[in-house]
C-alpha cells in the first residue's frame, strides 16, 4: 500500500508569523504544503495571491499543491508554474474546456488536479480520469477554512475510488475540508491518499505533534 499523505493548508496558519509556520511544516512529517488561491468571484471569499505564494515558495522545501478557486484558471497557469507549483488543482465548475486546462498545466511540467465541489457528481469525470493525476474531493463548500466536514464525502470517494479501478486509471485522491483524527481514518479505508488539514492543524496546541498523530494514524 502506498504511503498515504498530510497536506497541511497554509490559509490556517498565522500570516504574521508565515515564515515561521512554513518552517514547521518543513520540520514536521508532513508531506506537502496546500495553498488554496480564492478569488473572491467562483468562492465568496478573497485569500491571497502571487506575492504571498512567492514567499511561501522561498521557504517551503517540500511538494507545494496549489488549489485554485477561482473563475478562468487558464489565465494563471503559466505563472503558477513560475511560481514553483508542483500540482495544480481546478475547479471542475470552473472550466469550460477541462481538458485543454489538463493539457495546459501539464504541458508547464506539474502535475494537474480537478477539484470537486459537494454538488457535483464524481461520474462527471469519467471521460477525464485517465488524464486527471488528482482529483481533490471538496468535503466542505469551498471559500472558508474551519467548516465541518460533511459526511456524504465518504460515499463520494468509494464512487471515486471504484472509477480510478474501472478506468485503470493512476488518479491519486485528495480530501479537502473539515479533516480531523474523526474522520481521517475512515476517508484512507474509502480510497482517499492525500487529507488537507488546516484548522485542526494550525489551531492545535502543537501543530507539530498534530501532524505527527494524523501521519500515523492513517499509515
Ligand atoms: C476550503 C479550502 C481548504 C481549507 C481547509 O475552501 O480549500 O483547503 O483551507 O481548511 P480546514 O481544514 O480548516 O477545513
Ligand atoms: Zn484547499
Known sequence: MDTKLIAPSILAADFGNLQRDVELVNQSQADWFHIDIMDGVFVPNISFGMPVLKA????????IDVHLMIVDPDRYITT???LGANMLTVHYEACTHLHRSLQAIKAQGMQAGVAVNPHTNVELLRDTIQDID????????PGFGGQSFIENTYDKVKQLKALISEKKADTKIEIDGGVTSKNAKELIMC??????????VFKSENPTETIADLKTLIN
Open 80 to 82: 503558477f508554474a513560475e
Open 134 to 141: 488528482m482529483v481533490c474531493v471538496m468535503s466542505v463548500n
Open 191 to 200: 480510497g482517499a491518499d492525500v487529507l488537507v488539514a488546516g484548522s485542526f
Open 56 to 63: 511561501i515558495q522561498q521557504h517551503a522545501d517540500k511538494f
